[in-house]
């Protein structure tokens, strides 16, 4: 397992498509200087 992120650390590059047909990735993709990302795994 990787280690942790720290306060200051930059987030470790990774993309994923969008239910639109686009891509996204993180946080090249991202013009603010912080980011949060949730992931909700929802009841299908």
Request: proline share 7%; hydrophobic share 45%; no cysteine.
């Amino acid at each position: 397992m990787s280690e942790k992120l720290q306060q200051g650390d930059r987030l470790p590059p990774f993309a994923f498509d969008l239910i639109d047909g686009g891509s996204l990735a993180l946080p090249d993709d991202m013009s603010s200087r912080y980011l949060a990302v949730l992931f909700y795994r929802g009841v299908w």
